[in-house]
């Protein structure tokens, strides 16, 4: 199987690479203009730290996860998302001693063994944001902000912003018991897995992807009728800001999130891709995940938005991504002599930040012509002896077919124009 990638991973091929550009450059420049800078971690990390920060009761640990031992025997897991590795960054570089918030972004290949569909990979890509310092309810909506704003600039639309507050630990205990009285009542028809969560943690049984699971916690208590009156406050205030800077949302009392660090403000931003609506991005709280990997409390926050959905949301509202790796000029030879001036010339415009492309193949004047067309180039200059010995050569717009005499030494400057 030498000629197939494994099941659930996918090639991005060069005729697609310009979308990926593209919607790389706009993430890059809407953090930037929120003030985040970006963040590089390795793409694994310890198996520890995935079970202690995403939390061992939950589909990604208990079944997702690649881990495996390498050659010194240690436990190693391919990142199944970036914020734990985020969290573990910040604090073994000390990243909490420079002034707060720390604020960041990054752009991960992640690892989860999930069944392969449309918009749901083995390997997939996801563009993230991460907030370390403030608990204030005016960073949630600067994150949620970002993220929209983001998705608006790519020209997305139909978008559903659904949010929910989960609570902190107190108000989780409570509820918790809540949920434990609930599916105990329904213990019997739980699957295997979900039995075992009961105890340790109920609202984990929430995402679970059995039917029959699903249907019970249709109609399970809502956390949101459970927050205590400082989260309830936080909440408020979150949709008091995000209705000041015009921005639309749904509360989803449902929204749970899958991963056991959240608390609080939890968000998932809904598009549409193939008929169906799936989350093209989630994100929220997680005011305690730094005391849990060791650090001193930090309350933080962010998102992870996928990129593949968010291509295939973008493909299906045929949302045209310009393509910008135009190439400047195409340089045909005639004759022997001549493809060593080719290469001569393209050398030094390319030096000069022009992109050049010209004949490897031994191809035909007109085949030549015929392949510049094909690639887009802007531009086509075609060198025989007579050019190479002038120094000088017609550089013809391929687009007017307008035709302007021009020396080698000025080149470069007249495709700079
Ligand atoms: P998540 O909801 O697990 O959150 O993933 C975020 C996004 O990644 C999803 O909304 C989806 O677009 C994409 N995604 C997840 N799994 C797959 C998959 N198998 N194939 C394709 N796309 C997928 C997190 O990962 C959190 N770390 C987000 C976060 C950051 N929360 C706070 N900070």
Redesign the pocket.
């Known amino acids: 199987m030498i000629t197939k990638a494994p099941k ?1 991973t996918k090639d991005l091929l060069p005729s697609d690479s310009y979308k990926w550009q593209y919607i790389e450059s706009i993430f890059r420049e809407t953090c930037i203009n929120f003030g985040y800078s970006e963040i590089r971690t390795p793409t694994f990390e310890h198996t520890e730290l995935f079970e202690r920060g ?1 939390g061992d009761t939950t589909d ?1 640990v208990e079944k ?1 996860m690649y881990t495996f031992n390498d050659k010194s025997n240690r436990s190693i897991t391919l990142r ?5 590795s ?1 969290v573990r960054c910040f604090l073994e570089n000390n990243l909490y001693a420079n002034s707060l918030p720390a604020k960041m972004f990054y752009n991960i290949s ?1 690892f ?1 063994y ?1 069944k ?1 569909q449309a ?8 563009f ?3 907030a370390f310092g403030s608990g204030e309810p005016s960073l949630d909506a600067e ?1 949620i902000s970002l993220a929209i704003t983001f998705l608006n600039r790519l020209g997305l639309k139909n978008l559903e912003l659904n949010i929910n507050s989960i609570g902190c630990p107190e108000c989780r205990k409570r509820y918790n018991e809540a949920l434990r009285e609930y599916f105990y009542n329904n213990y019997t028809q739980l699957c295997e897995t979900c039995k075992g969560r009961l105890e340790r943690n109920p609202l984990r049984i929430l995402d679970c992807k059995s039917p029959i699971c699903q249907d019970i916690a249709k109609n399970a208590p809502i956390l949101l009728d459970y927050i205590c009156d400082d989260c309830r406050t936080h909440f408020d205030s979150v949709q008091t800001i995000l209705n000041d800077i015009g921005i639309k949302y749904g509360i989803d009392a449902k929204i749970v ?3 056991d ?2 608390c609080k403000t ?1 968000f ?2 809904l598009s549409n891709n193939i008929g169906a609506k ?9 005011d305690g995940l730094v005391e849990e990997l060791g650090g001193t409390p930090t309350p ?11 291509i295939l949301a973008l493909d299906s509202q045929e949302i045209t991504i310009p393509n910008e790796n135009k190439l400047d000029v195409f340089i045909a030879s005639v004759g022997e002599n001549a493809s060593k001036h080719v290469q001569k010339l393209a050398y030094l415009l390319r030096n000069q930040g022009i992109s050049v492309d010209f004949d490897h193949m031994k191809k035909s004047l007109k085949a030549q012509m015929k392949y510049a067309d094909k690639i887009g180039a802007l531009y086509s200059v075609v060198i025989g002896d007579d050019e190479a010995e002038k120094k000088q050569a017609e550089i013809k717009n391929m687009k007017t077919g307008e035709k302007t005499a021009v020396n080698f030494s000025d080149m470069a400057d007249f495709f700079k124009k």
């Open positions: 659930g995403v990604v997702q199944p998302e970036g914020t734990a985020v992640c989860r999930e392969p918009g749901r990979l083995r390997e997939f890509h996801q993230g944001v991460e994150i999130r899958g991963l660090y959240y939890v998932e931003i799936s989350a093209v991005c989630g994100g929220g709280r997680y933080a926050i962010g998102f992870g938005l996928g990129i593949e959905r968010l």
